[in-house]
């Protein structure tokens, strides 16, 4: 059974930082972080396999890095120069088994999912 649990969300000014962290238990493979702002569908935000490849859509880039410590099992996601825009409860995700990178950004393929931290951005 794998659980997932996510910490270090909170309020934060623009343009400053978080880390979120996210503590698995259980036998993962690939993880991933996606978010889910009030009103939208929820958004893939970065992912990394088990062997480390990271895999993130051009919008997080530069900003958003995705980061693993398999001794700890813990997978982190540090945020930068953050906006208004990317609050949002934050949710870690991983899969039970591989994943071809190419869908390592589709909700569906991940099948154990954290209760989500909130992260609040004000301008």
């Known amino acids: 059974q794998v659980q997932l649990v996510e910490s270090g969300g909170g309020l934060v000014q623009a343009g400053g930082s978080l880390r979120l962290s996210c503590a698995a238990s259980?036998?993962?493979?690939?993880m991933g972080w996606f978010r889910r702002s009030s009103g939208k569908e929820r958004e893939f935000v970065a992912a990394?396999?088990?062997?480390?490849?990271?895999y993130s859509p051009d919008a997080a880039k530069g900003r958003f890095t995705i980061s693993k410590d398999d001794v700890k099992s813990m997978v982190y996601l540090q945020m930068n120069s953050l906006k208004p825009e990317d609050t949002a409860v934050y949710y870690c995700?991983?899969?039970?088994?591989?994943?071809?990178?190419?869908?390592?950004?589709?909700?569906?393929?991940?099948?154990?999912w954290g209760q989500g931290t909130q992260v609040t951005v004000s301008s």
């Open positions: 990394i396999g088990r062997n480390g490849i990271r």
């Open positions: 259980g036998r993962t493979y690939n």
């Open positions: 995700a991983a899969t039970g088994q591989w994943i071809s990178m190419a869908t390592m950004y589709l909700s569906g393929e991940y099948e154990y």
